[in-house]
């Protein structure tokens, strides 16, 4: 079955600085790469996804890269606020009825 | 737009109960999934439905059960509840075709004491 694996578990960074949440997959087949924020007391929400004919998306602050060569995505934070700490989950897709998520990167943005 | 609606959002229940949970998906999403979200285990897929059948089943014992109205609604239902099976429960439902990203409710917490 499909194997996801998310690296670091936990992550610390200073206000203002850069994150990066690394996914690693090993179905060939997924096509569609998202990343999911959890806040305390919340469910996942999406906030940003990729298509696998697309290399690089960016929204704002926040950017996912796709190497579908070397099986893995990752998720880029830029000029990190407190309010991105947050648990980051990646959930590679084929289009098919079940999605396997990573175990969750904890980003903790100290001010 | 209405988001994923979970019933209840808190429930306590006895060793060798049964619980019953319920999902409202976001209007016009056919597909719903579940998902059990422990500290230790992150979210394991537990089953997904679509156009009221299960599409895929995770690897949980057969006292995890599901079904899917011809509303979308769908509900889960855990039977003689153990102590390990407290957790977050959450539903998510998502668009018709490949590549769609779920929308999540806020899940039901559920203790078993």
């Known amino acids: 079955g499909e194997n996801v694996e998310q690296h670091p578990s936990t992550l610390s960074v200073q206000e203002g600085d850069s994150a990066v949440i690394k996914c690693t997959y090993s179905?060939?087949?997924?096509?569609?790469f998202p990343w999911y924020k959890q806040e305390l007391g919340k469910g996942p929400q999406l906030i940003i996804d990729?298509?696998?004919?697309?290399g690089e998306k960016k929204d704002q602050r926040i950017a996912v890269t796709l190497n579908k060569t070397a099986k893995h995505f990752s998720l880029h934070i830029t000029e990190t606020q407190p309010e991105d700490s947050a648990v980051y989950f990646c959930?590679?897709?084929?289009?098919?009825?079940?999605?396997?998520f990573g175990a969750g990167t904890r980003l903790f943005v100290k001010a | 737009k209405a988001g994923v609606t979970q019933t209840p959002r808190y429930l306590i229940k006895t060793r060798g109960q049964q619980v019953t949970l319920s999902c409202s998906p976001i209007?016009?999403?056919?597909?719903v999934s579940w998902y059990q979200q422990t500290p230790g285990q992150g979210l394991q897929f537990l089953f997904e439905?679509?156009?009221?059948?299960?599409?895929n089943k995770g690897n949980f014992p057969g006292r995890f059960s599901g079904r899917q109205f011809s509303n979308s609604r769908s509900e889960m239902n855990v039977s003689t509840l153990e102590l390990g099976d407290s957790a977050l429960y959450l539903c998510?439902?998502?668009?018709?075709?490949?590549?769609?990203?779920?929308?999540f409710g806020s899940g039901t917490r559920l203790t078993v004491v």
């Open positions: 179905d060939s087949a997924s096509n569609y």
């Open positions: 990729i298509r696998s004919n697309v």
């Open positions: 439905y679509f156009s009221e059948t299960q599409r």
């Open positions: 209007s016009g999403h056919r597909s």
């Open positions: 959930a590679p897709n084929t289009g098919g009825f079940k999605t396997i």
């Open positions: 998510a439902s998502r668009g018709q075709g490949a590549a769609f990203g779920y929308t």
